[in-house]
């Protein structure tokens, strides 16, 4: 692994870059669903609970010494069989979402561009493309995902400041008091997001030890949240949350009414064709996480040896687990969420907390030696 190396700023790029492929579909419809036009604030309550998990996973991976990152930890904190059994379980958590994201990224090609083509088409052409990206040392997906992430901040950005001049406040404004609650229920979707980091720790073996790689990634979650608190803002300024809620990417909407007149206009065309870097970008962090769960899980020498057959099932499971669209809305929106707020948010800061608690406890032991 010592060959095969990428820094801790590669990691978080390619992280972010492959939030953004689901959050155009949960953000803002579902938090104005909750949170009506407080929605766009739901990131910012999610805020303190993101910068924990940041935290937890920080701890949970941090001098684990060769091998390193989170199934490495697990074994290390939990013992080797239970362990693996929880690697085991995460294998599965991350082979179910990288079919149903492939579904849903496979979907949103048939809605948005090709209404006419076949849906297996693209579902198996964006696996195969992943499969040829995880195949690859992890330092190869990596300078793929630097290449994705800079790509979609510079489409993202441009996005996000031309949509701005058509900001109406009254669409965001005001928020009284006795919204907050419906507000603090809007975080939940955005908390769901978040707990796709538990698949960047998988790979943090791979990271280069570094100083202050605790504040990086604080701040990486910090400036996460801010970003999606601007995507809201931007989208249900734009259209009021009662017309969002109605909206299947009230984000690709917006798009479609930006660029200057005798300028530039269709932005949405380019930026559409951008956010297949961002599906790459989440389905090759999934796919290679579950890579490094499953050597962990069936103690096999090379991760490259499971990446086929983890992409074979997710292929399968993307076509035959999910009948149409409305199903696969419904597990996302329900059992999918749920199950990343388990074992994407809860699980990993209770094993952070224990791992905390029992590095306290050994330095008072040894303070008391002393």
Not at 150 to 160: D, E, K, N, P, R
Not at 172 to 191: K, N, Q
Not at 280 to 299: G, I, R
Not at 304 to 321: D, E, N
């Amino acid at each position: 692994m010592t060959d095969d190396r990428i820094s801790l700023r590669q990691l978080l790029v390619l992280a972010f870059g492959g939030i953004l492929s689901p959050a155009i579909r949960v953000l803002p419809a579902q938090t104005a669903q909750q949170g009506g036009a407080g929605g766009w604030l739901a990131a910012l309550a999610a805020l303190p609970v993101v910068l924990l998990l940041c935290w937890g996973l920080w701890t949970l991976c941090r001098s684990q010494g060769a091998g390193g990152g989170l199934p490495y930890a697990l074994t290390h904190l939990l013992g080797r069989p239970a362990g693996k059994a929880v690697c085991f379980l995460y294998l599965l958590w991350g082979i179910f979402l990288l079919a149903a994201n492939a579904r849903q990224c496979a979907l949103r090609f048939l809605t948005i561009s090709y209404r006419n083509a076949p849906m297996v088409l693209f579902l198996l052409s964006l696996l195969g493309v992943t499969f040829w990206l995880v195949r690859k040392p992890v330092r190869a997906m990596a300078r793929a995902g630097e290449v994705f992430f800079f790509t979609l901040a510079a489409g993202l950005t441009i996005s996000l400041v031309l949509g701005a001049f058509q900001v109406d406040s009254a669409n965001l404004l005001p928020v009284w008091v006795e919204d907050l609650p419906d507000v603090g229920r809007a975080a939940v979707p955005v908390l769901g997001l978040a707990g796709y980091l538990v698949f960047a720790a998988c790979l943090g073996g791979n990271v280069v030890p570094e100083n202050h790689g605790r504040r990086r990634v604080l701040i990486w979650g910090g400036g996460l949240c801010l970003v999606l608190t601007a995507l809201q803002v931007v989208c249900l300024g734009n259209f009021g949350s009662g017309l969002v809620v109605r909206m299947d990417t009230p984000f690709f909407m917006m798009v479609k009414g930006i660029g200057f007149e005798g300028t530039f206009q269709r932005v949405e065309s380019v930026i559409i064709a951008l956010w297949v870097l961002a599906d790459l970008a989440l389905l090759s962090l999934l796919a290679c996480a579950c890579s490094v769960l499953a050597q962990t899980a069936f103690a096999y020498k090379e991760r490259s040896a499971g990446v086929l057959p983890i992409v074979l099932l997710a292929a399968a499971g993307a076509i035959w687990l999910f009948p149409d669209a409305f199903v696969l809305d419904a597990i996302m929106e329900g059992a999918a969420l749920s199950g990343s707020l388990v074992l994407g948010i809860g699980l990993p800061i209770l094993l952070a907390m224990v791992k905390w608690s029992k590095g306290k406890r050994e330095e008072n032991r040894v303070e008391k030696k002393t």
